[in-house]
């Protein structure tokens, strides 16, 4: 047998592969406990490509299977650790992070470059809400974890740091949420987050705005999207929803600015936001994905950050019928300030203002 004849043969046994893994995964609609069986199977046992196409296979699966399909998807994007030789501790955590992927997440190229559209997860929080909102948690909660361990004890340098908790007075009690600065813009396609919890955070900023624009309650949405959060990136998602919808959503976004930590977090998000995204596809590939970031980029809350919306509290009191707001930090109010703005449209009941207030500290 030549080694032209065994190519053919390999391609041949790959396409068949292929149509029987979708024959398996279309047929959960008739066969619930057996494509279960299935997809445990191929998270514990299956090979990386096996893996990677039942993830991007996911509407049949979402459709008949969601708690099914959520957990295999944790399997396969956060590994367990294998056990090694015992080494120093901070080799040993550095060799971990090597191995499993960027702060504990595995990248599949699948979500590169990072988009609302990538992967399952626009389409299972429309479909199953609470399991869409379950696989976004853990994914972001174990990279912040990740990130908290990073921190504390990092592979090269000497001193570690030891990171301090974003405390937020929700409705529901207070609620500790980690990260800094960069961890706080992972929602951006542009930041230093992995690719896979990017497009989670991109889907969740896509899918609050839609929920908001069919009338849902923002109040109840920002409580139902936090419990369970621990990453102070979802706290921006949110805020970010409230800058682009301020006459609707200042009630549930009023523990968020209350905050001084989310108020220095989002100044430097607003600022690296004015760049835009930026592309690498010298061949085209991925031009649609980069088509669609261009788009988001032109969103009321990219040119707007924490402040217009403190002075929306302050000033629109004929849309806000909250209990009385004062400015994070106990600023005080000084005559002669104009709202911000790059021309995408002004604040609702704003207009007739001329002599807008400043915040002083």
């Not at 199977?41 to 959520?70: C, N, S, T």
């Not at 340098?157 to 529901?172: A, E, K, N, W, Y």
């Not at 009385?324 to 005080?332: E, K, L, N, Q, T």
């Amino acid at each position: 047998m030549t080694t032209g004849m065994i190519h053919i043969l390999s391609d041949e046994l790959s396409a068949c592969r292929d149509r029987l893994r979708k024959i398996v995964i279309h047929s959960a609609d008739v066969l619930p406990e057996e494509v279960s069986i299935y997809l445990k199977e191929v998270a514990q046992y299956g090979y990386w490509d096996a893996k990677q196409a039942v993830l991007a296979e996911y509407r049949p699966l979402v459709d008949y299977l969601p708690k099914a399909y959520v957990d295999f998807a944790l399997d396969v994007l956060i590994p367990q650790p294998r056990r090694r030789r015992p080494t120093s501790p901070r080799r040993r955590t550095y060799e971990r992070e090597d191995r499993l992927g960027k702060l504990g997440i595995e990248d599949y190229r699948q979500f590169y470059p990072p988009s609302h559209i990538q992967g399952p997860f626009l389409y299972l929080l429309h479909k199953h809400e609470e399991e869409g909102l379950r696989l976004i948690h853990t994914l972001v909660n174990t990279a912040v974890q990740r990130w908290r361990q990073r921190e504390q004890n990092p592979p090269y340098d000497d001193d570690g740091r030891t990171p301090l908790p974003v405390m937020i007075d929700l409705p529901s009690g207070s609620q500790e949420f980690w990260g800094n600065e960069q961890v706080y813009y992972w929602y951006r396609p542009n930041s230093a987050g992995p690719h896979a919890v990017v497009s989670a955070l991109m889907a969740l900023e896509v899918w609050m705005e839609q929920q908001v624009e069919a009338g849902r309650d923002p109040e109840a949405l920002f409580q139902q999207v936090l419990t369970g959060s621990h990453c102070v990136a979802v706290l921006g998602v949110c805020l970010g929803i409230a800058l682009a919808y301020p006459d609707k959503c200042l009630q549930g976004a009023l523990p968020l600015v209350s905050s001084s930590s989310i108020w220095r977090m989002d100044v430097r998000r607003a600022a690296t936001d004015m760049m835009r995204s930026f592309s690498i596809d010298p061949l085209g590939r991925h031009r649609h994905i980069y088509a669609l970031q261009a788009e988001r980029d032109k969103r009321p809350q990219r040119s707007r950050d924490v402040r217009c919306l403190a002075m929306c509290y302050v000033l629109a009191g004929s849309f806000y019928r909250g209990p009385p707001v004062s400015v994070s930090g106990g600023a005080r109010i000084s005559r002669g300030y104009r709202l911000p703005s790059r021309g995408d449209g002004k604040f609702p009941d704003l207009g007739r203002y001329r002599k807008l207030p400043t915040a002083t500290g």
